[in-house]
């Protein structure tokens, strides 16, 4: 089948035309790829830099883990799914047993393999994974959409982790796909007013076109321009932090009114957080998500686009074939999700 693999250690990809199907075990479904989508994941995996090696811990790896298509064989004991339904793919594969499985927390399963990096993932034009991995596409959601409830699903498990936004003053840090999802969250779930922050001037216009007051970090001291912005409370409500920079925390945190809340997105590393200050005395509530909730977030968002609440064809920019993401991937800079579609040949 044709494939992109990440072949060895170094910056790029491969496309291959004879990459080995996939083994469908008894468990498995096999997957015919409609659309995936391009992540800033496989982009670190791509540059093959501290964080893409941290990603991917053995080559050869086919990556892409934001995934939908139509299932084509089924293992022999598989009864939930049919060959025929279409799905989007939980890229955490979970065990099913272990502690945080039983006890509800299945996205934090502690022997989980993570499709595209741990195992082979869907930058190809078929894909094995565990039948339990798979969402049922709801009626009236296109392959395409379903690509994304991947993505989706974490800032939905963020809105799911913060209080009602109804009425709440909102602050969105960092405006990359997460972002923009966040600030289309936030106004669904009624919140009064978003104020996003984000370097990019293009992804800025991106959240302005949302609705979002923006802001840019560089330029202003993003504390005081919150504060100014929200005259009552001198913060705003709820604020998510998506940029996952580790300078971006420190003045999200300052920018949220006391006894606020932050819920963190992205993955900053280790950050020193002024925990008398801002968790004592201003009295925050910090959380993070890590992935979506199984499958809570995934039965939310099927809602909310089946029911047309959300709109998420509307976040799709491009859509490139899988033998042009090799020497595409480097040039996709301030765009929202671009789709990689493998050609129907075989
Ligand atoms: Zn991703
Ligand atoms: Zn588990």
Known sequence: MHAIVKSRPGPGFDFLLDAPDPQVGPADVL???????????????????QAGQAFVPTLPRIPGHETAGVVIEVGAAVQSISVGDRV????????????????GNAHLC??????????DGAFAQRVAVPASACYPIPDGVSLEEAALFEPAGVAVHALQRAPSLLGQSVLVSGCGPIGLFLIELARIAGASRVIATEL??????????????????????????VARLTPRRQGVDVAFEASGSPRALGPVLESVRVAGDVVTVGHPGAVSVDISKLINVRYLTL????????????ET????VST?????????DDRIPLDALPS???GIGDSGKVLVIPEDRS
């Open 88 to 103: 989007a793919l939980e890229s955490h594969l979970v065990c099913g047993s272990c502690m945080e499985c039983r006890t």
């Open 328 to 330: 595409a991937i480097a």
């Open 200 to 225: 990019s001037p293009g992804r800025r216009l991106l959240a302005e076109r949302r609705g979002a007051i923006t802001l840019d970090p560089a330029a202003v001291d993003v504390p005081t321009e």
């Open 110 to 119: 502690s022997r989980q393999t993570i499709l595209g990096l741990s195992r």
């Open 301 to 304: 968002l099927g809602e909310l």
């Open 31 to 49: 997957v015919k790829v409609a659309a995936t989508s391009l992540c800033g994941v496989d982009r670190h995996v791509y540059d093959w830099d």
């Open 308 to 316: 047309g609440r959300l709109e998420l064809a509307g976040f799709i």
């Open 287 to 298: 959380r993070g998500v890590f992935g979506r909730r199984l499958w809570e977030t995934w």
